[in-house]
């Protein structure tokens, strides 16, 4: 997830090269949001420099190590049954077993071939941290969740919020895919 996050901050500071007056806006969902999180926090080494961070949903499983998520099962699933079988479980609980039926064997194979980086992205997510990965020095900072997300993102969002100073922002009738 570092790595991610030192990737998106290479990519800010390369997108306002040309104009460095442009306000830096990073905007997450889901795993995104937790990128950004540790982007913009001392969390993976020197913090991304940004305007704005809104998060959308950011799964924060070690606060809840026992709560099972898609990416707890996927997790289990890879253990069992190896990580293209993970991806597959993943993905199916993310849009559907309708979605999935409907990918051309080429897509599904793709999808099953991104399994070991994602499993390896779930077990990174979930190592303890000894605080939230907050930003430094943000003015303008906002946490959204869904009305009907899935409950642990609904309370990380609302945990965050609260870290943050901020209100945590509720979409009437959305659920985790929002978006």
């Known amino acids: 997830l570092c790595g991610h996050a030192r990737d998106l901050a290479a ?16 905007v997450g969902h889901s795993l995104g949001g937790l990128i950004a999180l540790l982007a913009v926090s001392t969390a ?16 924060l ?22 990580s293209e079988a993970a991806a597959e479980s993943f993905y199916r609980s993310m849009v559907g077993d309708g979605t999935w039926d409907r990918l051309g064997a080429s897509d599904r194979s793709k999808r099953r071939s991104e399994g070991a980086a994602l499993v390896a992205e779930l077990i990174a997510a979930r ?16 946490v959204g969740r869904g009305e009907n997300g899935p409950a642990h993102l609904r309370a990380a969002a ?22």
């Open 61 to 82: 499983p070690w606060l809840d190590p026992g709560h099972v998520t898609s990416g707890s099962r996927a997790i289990d699933v890879a253990t069992a049954q190896g």
């Open 127 to 142: 190592v303890a941290r000894p605080s939230l990965p907050l930003p430094l020095e943000l003015d303008i900072v906002h």
């Open 44 to 59: 993976c080494g020197t913090p991304m420099y940004a305007d704005t961070l809104c998060v959308f949903e950011p799964p």
């Open 11 to 26: 990519v800010m500071e390369w997108a306002c090269m040309e104009n460095p007056t442009l306000p830096r806006v990073v």
């Open 158 to 179: 609302e945990t965050l919020g609260a870290a943050a100073g901020v209100r945590c922002e509720v979409l009437a009738g959305a659920s985790h895919g929002a978006h």
